[in-house]
Structure formats: structure tokens, C-alpha cells
């Protein structure tokens, strides 16, 4: 399928090559298939049918029975909405954000995981057997660089969808407590119960000033194909 990446979402070119390196950049993992069956599309709804697992988280983990059945655990879904960067064909290498801290020891980067991307509209594309890798973080100064659709795409993800909400609460957490309040985790549980009416309390500015001044960090995780 053509790959549909907005051109206003893409990060700086100094910072890509400042995170990936010009031979990140041009590393070809070989595919040994044509590219008719390398570039084959799918739905989520049908991969979902067929393996198991949420259709909108992007490490989903099927039920235990499907897990039972295929023994397969090692998903993830990267979407070029928020991750404009990841890899486009099969094979080659890409970066996957996150708006949490990137921590080595995280359980899911132990070993390579079996990843797809939207290219399109239902069109995921299976690009191999990936290892996502610790990267850099956008500094304060990187993050003001980006173009200003870049940050209010960041700031409306974190603000209004599920993956956010951690995020979101650390900053309303910072602008109700103080800076120096430190949330425990009944804290967050407490919460996420009111999380519709925090949402509707804080802004897409309260999320871009938390970036801009430091208190929140947006990381980067090389996705390098290895199978």
C-alpha cells in the first residue's frame, strides 16, 4: 500500500540523524520474498481474530487461550500517526516514541518482537522480527525545534486517549499539588476513576508546557529488524 505519513508530523532532520546515526538511517535487514508478499496489508480486526489481543494497543497480549493455542506474545502495532518515523518496508530500521521514560529493563525489550505498521487505512504491514532499543530523549531545546503541529499532535494524544493517561495526570498531579508533589500509586488509582473530568480541566497547553519546560520527556526507541 502508499504509505500515508503526514509531512507536518516529521521530526527535525538534524534530530534523526542525531538518533539514529547515517548508517541507522540506511540499514537494510534482507527480506528473502518478493515484495508483493513482503508489502501484504491486513486489518487489525482480522489480525486481532486470528491471534487475539486488543485492536488499538500498540504491545497488545491475547487471552491466555489464545496464548494456549499459538503460544505468540510478542506484538506491537506502531502507527505512523504518533510515530511518523517507524519503519516503512520490511526490514528497514525506524523510531518509535514514547512519552515514557525508556528503560532498558522493560520486559517487552528483551527480546524482538513481531511488528507491524499502518501504512494505511486497515493496511498493517507485518516488517519482521524487531528489537526496540533504549534511544535518545528530545531535549527541551529538540522538542521547541519541532514543528508546532508536531507538539500539538503529542499534546492531544496525551490529553484525550488511553495511552496518555499516565502522562496526563503527572502533569494535572504538578499543576493542582505543586511541582514537587511526588503522586504515589493510590494516588493514580484514585485518580483514573475521575480521569473524564480531569481531561475536561486540563489543556493541550498544560501538556505542550510540561514538554517545554522539562518536567516531561519524550523518548525515542530504535526499532533495528533482526529477523
Not at 519482521?128 to 499534546?155: D, F, I, N
Not at 496525551?158 to 511541582?179: A, C, D, E, I, M
Request: charged fraction near 25%; charge should be neutral; glycine fraction near 6%.
Amino acid at each position: 500500500p502508499d504509505v500515508k505519513v503526514k509531512k507536518e508530523l516529521l521530526l527535525s532532520d538534524e534530530f534523526l540523524l542525531d538518533a539514529l546515526t547515517w548508517e541507522g538511517i540506511n540499514y537494510r535487514f534482507p527480506i528473502p520474498v518478493s515484495p508483493e508478499i513482503a508489502n501484504q496489508g491486513f486489518s487489525r480486526p482480522y489480525i486481532s481474530h486470528l491471534y487475539g489481543g486488543s485492536l488499538r494497543a500498540t504491545f497488545p497480549s491475547p487471552s491466555p487461550d489464545m496464548l494456549e493455542w499459538h503460544g505468540l506474545d510478542d506484538w506491537a502495532f506502531l502507527n505512523l500517526d504518533y510515530c511518523p518515523h517507524a519503519p516503512t518496508r520490511p526490514g528497514y530500521s525506524g523510531l518509535h516514541f514514547s512519552p515514557h521514560r525508556a528503560r532498558g529493563t522493560w520486559e517487552k525489550l528483551r527480546a524482538p518482537l513481531r511488528t507491524f505498521v499502518k501504512l494505511a487505512s486497515s493496511q498493517w504491514v507485518y516488517m519482521g522480527q524487531y528489537r526496540l532499543v533504549p534511544g535518545k530523549s528530545l531535549t527541551t531545546t529538540a522538542w521547541m525545534e519541532q514543528k508546532p503541529e508536531v507538539r500539538k499532535t503529542w499534546a492531544t494524544g496525551l490529553l484525550n486517549k488511553q495511552w496518555g493517561s499516565n502522562v496526563l495526570l503527572r502533569v494535572w498531579f504538578r499543576k493542582t499539588k505543586g511541582v514537587e508533589y511526588e503522586p504515589t500509586k493510590e494516588d493514580f488509582a484514585d485518580a483514573t476513576v475521575n480521569i473524564k473530568e480531569i481531561r475536561k480541566a486540563m489543556t493541550e497547553q498544560d501538556i505542550v508546557d510540561a514538554y517545554t519546560c522539562g518536567e516531561e520527556v519524550l523518548w525515542t526507541l530504535d526499532s533495528l529488524p533482526v529477523e
